[in-house]
């Protein structure tokens, strides 16, 4: 029934809807400042629910395996969606009991909730299973726009004398890389404008990477998929 292939299993539709009301029920106080009495019968009553659900996943992870085994069970709390769902619980866990009181602290673990929604959307799922794929890729794009920006910010902060310190330069070389360019903080001299126009065509090329990257690995994960269905 918690299974994601099981989307035409009317109980497991309904417990996919459950899940997705207790979700945003979950996230509607965080829009306000206010702590309200029924913001807190919601979130108690959301995480009791997501408790339901984590320790109902955990139990159906082993029946789930090809092999029925052991191991599914003690690898279950380490994978992701499962990270995702304890740190979704842990910040209700002070309303529904006094000795979780330091948990209040974790409020803002309370927006993980919103990646929940990764596990009833298809799509979702398959671009989480591109990101894995393309890991070392991506890392690597990294790498190479970080030391990118560095660079570019030692020769700015050498080049043009109006960067104060080194970390306006680097601000500057960030937004710059990105396309952002705020405006706040610019170059005044011809040689630091002449750094900051190569600087912006080389930062296009180096963000494209990544889109390219992900969407034709996006594109074949989708491919494979309707062959896979199609058998």
């Known amino acids: 029934m918690v299974q994601a292939d099981n989307s035409k299993y009317p109980p497991s539709v309904v417990y996919d809807v459950l899940m997705l009301l207790a979700i945003f029920a979950s996230i509607v106080p965080l829009m306000f400042r206010g702590n309200y009495q029924i913001f807190q019968v919601m979130e108690i009553t959301a995480v009791l629910i997501f408790i339901v659900d984590y320790l109902f996943r955990w139990y159906t992870a082993g029946l789930a395996a090809e092999h029925n085994n052991l191991s599914a069970y003690i690898k279950y709390p380490f994978t992701f969606m499962a990270i995702i ?19 209040r602290i974790t409020r803002l673990l309370r927006i993980t909730r919103v990646l929940k929604l990764i596990r009833y ?3 979702l799922v398959v671009l989480l299973a591109v990101l ?7 890392l690597s794009v990294l790498a190479l726009a970080i030391g990118y920006i560095f660079i570019t910010a030692l020769i700015m902060f050498n080049s043009d004398m109006y960067f104060e310190n080194f970390f306006d330069a680097l601000y500057w070389a960030t937004t710059t890389l990105t396309t952002v360019g705020y405006g706040d903080i610019f170059p005044h001299t011809n040689l630091g404008r002449l750094i900051s126009m190569l600087s912006a065509l080389f930062g296009v090329a180096i963000i494209a990477l990544p889109s390219g990257i992900i969407t034709a690995s996006y594109l074949e994960e989708l491919k494979r998929q309707h062959r896979s269905d199609s058998r």
Do not use: R, T
Not at 86 to 101: C, T, V, Y
Not at 132 to 138: D, M, R, S, Y
């Open 132 to 138: 894995k794929k393309e890991c070392n890729v991506l």
């Open 121 to 123: 959307s298809k799509h």
């Open 85 to 103: 769902d304890l740190l979704s619980i842990l910040p209700g866990l002070s309303l529904i009991n006094n000795s979780f009181k330091l948990l």
